[in-house]
């Protein structure tokens, strides 16, 4: 079975993200989304709460698991025996650490490789930074993430709406 690994931090998950992980479905078997244990990061939202928010995301993709991961996603990908790692590509910006990351997995294991899927323009600008920005400032989350998740961003920044 073709399956393809998508990493990140997903804190919170965005439109974007969502986007991305929908279309890799289609053109794998299997979409495992990698959540990143990282708690020097200092995420916004628990490891419980993004993968239970992708999992509200994604509940309508029957060919997506979301799991949770630590340490070097080289490791990761070869205790599992998988192989393709899934990223998205914003912008021109996004290639370089992308690249270099893509060439250390490589490097770290060589029997990855990685996929860039480049973003649909309506997503070009969204990030997880933004989304938490806008919330912030009690802005509208409605075209920024999956709207079954804006209640519960919009509580974690102190704003009901
Ligand atoms: O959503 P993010 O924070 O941009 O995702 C980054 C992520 C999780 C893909 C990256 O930090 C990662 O793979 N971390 C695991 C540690 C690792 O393998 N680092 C070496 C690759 S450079």
């Given at each position: 079975?073709?399956?393809a690994v998508y990493?990140?931090?997903?804190?919170?998950?965005?439109?974007?993200?969502?986007?991305?992980?929908?279309?890799a479905?289609?053109l794998f078997?299997?979409?495992?989304?990698?959540?990143?244990?990282?708690?020097?990061?200092?995420?916004?939202?628990?490891?419980?709460?993004?993968?239970?928010?992708?999992?509200?995301?994604?509940?309508?993709?029957?060919?997506?698991?979301?799991?949770?991961?630590?340490?070097?996603?080289?490791?990761?990908?070869?205790?599992?025996?998988?192989?393709v790692i899934v990223k998205?590509?914003?912008?021109?910006?996004?290639?370089?650490?992308?690249?270099?990351?893509a060439?250390?997995?490589?490097?770290?294991?060589?029997?990855?490789e990685t996929v860039f899927i480049?973003?649909?323009?309506?997503?070009?600008?969204?990030?997880?930074?933004?989304?938490?920005?806008?919330?912030?400032?009690?802005?509208?989350?409605?075209?920024?993430?999956?709207?079954?998740?804006?209640?519960?961003?919009?509580?974690?920044?102190?704003?009901?709406?």
């Open positions: 079975m073709q399956v990493p990140g931090s997903f804190d919170p998950c965005t439109n974007g993200h969502l986007d991305i992980i929908s279309r479905s289609r078997e299997k979409v495992v989304v990698a959540v990143l244990i990282n708690d020097k990061k200092h995420p916004a939202f628990t490891l419980e709460e993004r993968v239970e928010m992708l999992k509200a995301a994604t509940c309508h993709l029957s060919n997506v698991e979301i799991i949770s991961f630590s340490g070097l996603l080289a490791d990761f990908m070869r205790q599992h025996g998988y192989s998205g590509l914003r912008a021109v910006s996004d290639f370089e650490y992308e690249f270099q990351m060439l250390t997995n490589q490097a770290l294991n060589d029997k990855i480049p973003s649909s323009s309506e997503f070009m600008f969204l990030s997880s930074s933004i989304v938490k920005e806008v919330a912030k400032y009690n802005g509208d989350l409605s075209a920024l993430v999956p709207k079954e998740l804006v209640p519960k961003i919009m509580n974690r920044f102190g704003k009901e709406k």
